[in-house]
């Protein structure tokens, strides 16, 4: 069974720190590329950052750009995003995907949502005031 599980949501405050950890199953984890998305209720899903499968190449949308990092752990089959300095505006469900990919990842349109394979059930940041 395939499956993307993320954890480690949950309520900060603002300026402080999460890391977020998405588990893959079902498939061979070093042929995908993996993106983190985020969405708020009744807003697009939009691109967070990415990471390619051999974990040489990383996007980041620019609201995130220098708080953010996504990184890959091979052995444990676990992408990582540490989100630092966070914001009320941060305040979303983040999601992780999987897209079979070598070479790069995708990131910041529309379109590359619908270009990943498997998705996650999400996970909730809060990020008071």
């Known amino acids: 069974e395939v499956q993307l599980e993320e954890s480690g949501g949950g309520s900060v405050q603002t300026g402080g720190s999460l890391r977020l950890s998405c588990k893959a199953s079902?498939?061979?984890?070093?042929?995908?590329?993996i993106g983190w998305f985020r969405q708020v209720p009744g807003k697009e899903r939009e691109g967070v950052g990415c990471?390619?499968?051999?974990?040489?190449?990383?996007h980041y949308a620019d609201a995130v750009k220098g708080r953010f990092t996504v990184s890959r752990d091979s052995a444990k089959s676990t992408v990582y995003l540490q989100m630092d300095t966070l914001k009320p505006e941060d305040t979303p469900v983040y999601y992780c995907?999987?897209?079979?990919?070598?070479?790069?990842?995708?990131?910041?349109?529309?379109?590359?949502?619908?270009?990943?394979?498997?998705w996650g059930q999400g996970t909730e940041v809060t990020v008071s005031s």
């Open positions: 995907a999987a897209e079979k990919l070598v070479g790069s990842c995708r990131v910041d349109a529309s379109s590359d949502l619908w270009a990943y394979d498997y």
């Open positions: 079902g498939f061979t984890f070093d042929d995908y590329a």
């Open positions: 990471i390619s499968a051999s974990s040489k190449i990383t």
